[in-house]
Nanobody
């Protein structure tokens, strides 16, 4: 079993920065691809960013490309989402997720409880 705990959410003014963290426990962290997703009320959860187990490969949604950066510290079993130049439309509950990098399924199997990010205009 893999446990994920997000932190770092809060209120930020538009144009400001925020860093989310996700601490992971339970398995060999470097074998898991990590992702960040977000969800607002009434909408489906959407992909934000992902990073490979080694940290060598990253992927971003077009809406955050150039503003957000995903990174990981495998020694600390933690993945981060640095959010810069935030916009009101970034307001959402942000979720951290993990999937085994060498499995057949591309679905994320493990999810955190979410952390609220609110960007004021």
């Amino acid at each position: 079993q893999v446990q994920l705990v997000e932190s770092g959410g809060g209120l930020v003014q538009a144009g400001g920065s925020l860093r989310l963290s996700c601490a992971v426990a339970g398995r060999t962290f470097s074998l898991y691809r990590m992702g960040w997703f977000r969800q607002t009320p009434g909408k489906e959860r959407e992909f934000v960013a992902a990073i490979s187990g080694s940290g060598s490969s990253t992927t971003y949604a077009d809406s955050v490309k150039g503003r957000f950066t995903i990174s990981r510290d495998n020694a600390k079993n933690t993945v981060y989402l640095q959010m810069n130049r935030t916009k009101p439309e970034d307001t959402a509950v942000y979720y951290c997720a993990a999937r085994f990098e060498y499995g057949v399924s591309l679905d994320y199997s493990y999810w955190g409880q979410g952390t609220q990010v609110t960007v004021s205009s």
